[in-house]
Each structure stands twice: as structure tokens, then as C-alpha cells.
């Protein structure tokens, strides 16, 4: 009874491949498998054909061609007409791009791959090497914990018989079970990829490791104070400043048995490159008073009852950039009187733009204040006069912005006074 003939082409690639591994005749191997061997040696006659009818062009093909040279001009073939006639200026080729995805970095650690070839794809005959075809893509390692043996040398000395024991490698604190590897690893993963811990825990319970969820939180704990020294030092350079420009944002924090999650609150001090963050499961103003005890500077803040509240001693210069936000939502409801409110703040960053690319510092930006931005103001300050005068609705959001405006108008506009002061704190 014939066996079962080939589907087609990738079929009888297959089925020669293995014939030839086998190390049996065709015929053979075709019988043992239950596969027609007439069909199959047609398959290998018709590949065989097909091979010698399209053959390799270029055996030894060159990945960059070389260009033909260009052929020589009529004038440098004329020696006569070279004298006379004016060659014309040789045009500047522009590199050419090569366009494609860029290559991957040569810092990767790279895991070499070879794959054999182990017989011809077309008729599954014997094949001699000709090159290597090389393609680098990007993969990942799966993170795992490892376990870190430290073998300690315990010797004797031969002169006096005191014992030495080899001294212990830095670790972040004594008799500790976690390097500081794994400790900073930890709090990469919490912070800085915002993983929660119990993610984390469930983590390394599926690589068999089980940590309480209580270890976890004192290894971020114990992490914090060490970076306790570093934090002091910034609020030093903080303080000794020519202000401190702070803001925060509601972040809410849920905790595992609880049904509410907590109003959480993040805030930044910052100056220039120096910046602080720091996190309160509230947002009362106890923490807020004690990080700014000390702090004699002059402050950019927004002006909220609980800034004004807990700096009472300090100087205020709020942020403009409220406003813009606060006038941008306006467009929606009152388009029309949230552009005019749009154009003076707008006005007033086109301005600090200017003096920004002009270099001005100092005086020089004090003086450009005050003889640009002072006439912008006071038309800003007559707008919202008349606006107010117009008496909005309480429900009109530009009305509320005015509002706003007027109450804080000291601080919104004490930038002009001190070129150490900014406009606003996030970019307008």
C-alpha cells in the first residue's frame, strides 16, 4: 500500500532533512514513516532541477559595491581646449544617510547564539560553510535573587598564635541578612517604578523566597536613613539660598485592611538644580512648618491659606502659572474674557523669555522689569479692576481668577523687585 505523498514544497523539505539525518536510504526511511518514497524522490528530482536552473549569480557576494569612477570631462580630454575653457566648481556631496533603525550599544553584555546549518533547505544534500549572517536584537534577563556566600579566612599566626579573621565586606548594617545590593534594588522597585511592596512580596514568593512583608518595610525604612545625611546637606544648600521655591500635589496612598485611602500630599523645595521631595500621608501643616523652620530666604509659593499660615515670617511671592492654568480652564465657559486674562500673563512670559535669551541678570534684569513688565502690569492690574466692576456671577470661573488675582496681587508681583525671584515656578 503506497504511504502518504508530499503536501508540498516545505513539506518536502522536511521530510529530505530528516531522511538525511537518519543516516538510512530514502527509500528506507520513507517505508519506516509511512510517506509515498516515489513522491518523495520527485520532490528531491524537481528541487534538484529548480537548484541548477536559478543558480547563486554572485557566490561571493560584496556587501559594499564599489561605485564606477565617473568619466572624464571633454576639457581634460582636449589638452587644448583645457587652457581655455572655465571648469566649473565640483559641488560638495552630502553624506549620505543610511537611514534604518539604530544599531544597539556596544555596552550591552552580548549572549552569542550560533545556529547550524546541518543540511541544504532545497534538496537536503551536504553543505560546506560560506559566511555568517549576524543579527543582534535586544532581550531580557529575568531579575532573580541570588544567595551571596562570603568565606571569611580564620587563621593563626605561627609567631605570637593570635587568631585573624579576614574583615567583612561593607554591608549596610551589622549582622544583616540583605547586602546593599538587595536593599537598593528594593527601593528602586517601590519608588521608582512605583511597585508596591505586597507586588514585591508576592515577587519573591514565586521565586521560593519568603520574606515577611514587615522585613520589607523595614529594609525601605532602614534605606531612608541612610540617605538621612544627604537630604540634611541639601536643605542646607536649600536654606542658604536666595529663595526657596516650593509646591506639592495631592497623591493618595492606599493601605492593605482599610477602606479609605489616605490624602496623601507630595511636595518639592527646590532651587535651580537643587531639589527636595518629600511625602506626607496628610496635608497638615505641622510637617510643612517644621521643614521650613529656619528658612529666612524668601519664598515662591502658591498662595494658600496653610503656606501663608506656616511662613508667617517669611516673605511670599506666589506663582504665576496658577493663573495661566485657572485661565486656560476659563476658555471653556467664558472664552472671550479668559483670552484677554490669557494675553497679559502670556505678555508677562514673552517678556522673561526675552530677557532669558538676552543674557540679563542682576540689576540688568531688576531694570528690564521695571521698564517692560511694570506697564504690562498696571494694564493687567486696570483689566481685572474692570472685570471685577462688572460684578461676575460667583459661579464664572474668570471672575474667580480675578478674584484671586486682586487678593494676591502683592505676591504674584513681587518678581519685578528681585531678579533672584521667578515669574512662576513651573514653566508658564
Known amino acids: 500500500m503506497p504511504g502518504r505523498k508530499i503536501a508540498g514544497e516545505t513539506d518536502a523539505y522536511a521530510r529530505l532533512e530528516a531522511a538525511m539525518r537518519s543516516g538510512l536510504s530514502r527509500a528506507t526511511w520513507a517505508r519506516a514513516r509511512g510517506v509515498d518514497a516515489r513522491s518523495l524522490n520527485a520532490w528531491r528530482l524537481n528541487l534538484a532541477r529548480r537548484s541548477v536552473r536559478d543558480p547563486d549569480p554572485d557566490p561571493d557576494p560584496d556587501p559594499e559595491p564599489s561605485r564606477a569612477a565617473p568619466p572624464p570631462s571633454p576639457s581634460s580630454c582636449n589638452p587644448s581646449s583645457s587652457a581655455t575653457a572655465s571648469t566649473p566648481p565640483e559641488k560638495k556631496s552630502r553624506p549620505r544617510s543610511r537611514g534604518g533603525r539604530p544599531p544597539t550599544p556596544k555596552h550591552l553584555v552580548e549572549n552569542v547564539e550560533h545556529l547550524r546549518v546541518c543540511g541544504c533547505g532545497q534538496c537536503g544534500g551536504k553543505v560546506w560553510r560560506k559566511n ?61 517604578m512605583l ?133 486656560r480652564d476659563a476658555r471653556r465657559v467664558r472664552p472671550k474674557l479668559a483670552a484677554g486674562g490669557l494675553g497679559f500673563v502670556g505678555g508677562l512670559n514673552t517678556l522673561e523669555e526675552q530677557a532669558e535669551a538676552e543674557g540679563l541678570t542682576g540689576e540688568e534684569l531688576r531694570a528690564f522689569r521695571e521698564e517692560h513688565s511694570v506697564e504690562s502690569l498696571d494694564r493687567y492690574r486696570a483689566w481685572h479692576l474692570a472685570v471685577q466692576a462688572s460684578e461676575p456671577l460667583p459661579w464664572d470661573p474668570v471672575g474667580k481668577v480675578v478674584n484671586y488675582t486682586l487678593n494676591h496681587w502683592e505676591g504674584l508681583t513681587r518678581f519685578v523687585e528681585d531678579p533672584n525671584r521667578k515669574l512662576c515656578i513651573a514653566p508658564c
Open 132 to 192: 555568517v549572517e549576524t543579527t543582534r536584537t535586544y532581550t531580557v534577563v529575568q531579575a532573580h535573587v541570588r544567595c551571596r556566600v562570603i568565606e571569611r579566612e580564620w587563621v593563626d599566626c605561627t609567631a605570637c598564635g593570635t587568631t585573624t579573621t579576614a574583615e567583612m565586606p561593607p554591608m549596610p548594617a551589622k549582622r544583616t541578612l540583605y547586602d546593599a545590593r538587595f536593599r537598593a534594588w528594593l527601593v528602586t522597585i517601590e519608588f521608582g
Open 195 to 327: 511597585v508596591p511592596l505586597d507586588r514585591v512580596h508576592l515577587q519573591l514568593q514565586g521565586q521560593g523566597i519568603d520574606l515577611a512583608m514587615g522585613t520589607l518595610v523595614h529594609l525601605v525604612a532602614g534605606a531612608a536613613e541612610l540617605v538621612t545625611p544627604i537630604v540634611e546637606g541639601l536643605w542646607r544648600l536649600l536654606k542658604a539660598g536666595p529663595y526657596v521655591a516650593f509646591g506639592g500635589t495631592g497623591l493618595k496612598k492606599l493601605i492593605s485592611g482599610q477602606e479609605e485611602a489616605w490624602d496623601g500630599f507630595l511636595e518639592v523645595f527646590t532651587h535651580d538644580e537643587i531639589s527636595v521631595f518629600a511625602y506626607d500621608m496628610t496635608k497638615h501643616g505641622d510637617a510643612l512648618a517644621e521643614r521650613l523652620d529656619g528658612v529666612t530666604v524668601p519664598l515662591l509659593c502658591d498662595a494658600e491659606s496653610l503656606n501663608r499660615t506656616m511662613a508667617s515670617s517669611n516673605v511670599l511671592a506666589h506663582c504665576n502659572a496658577h493663573l495661566l492654568r485657572k485661565y
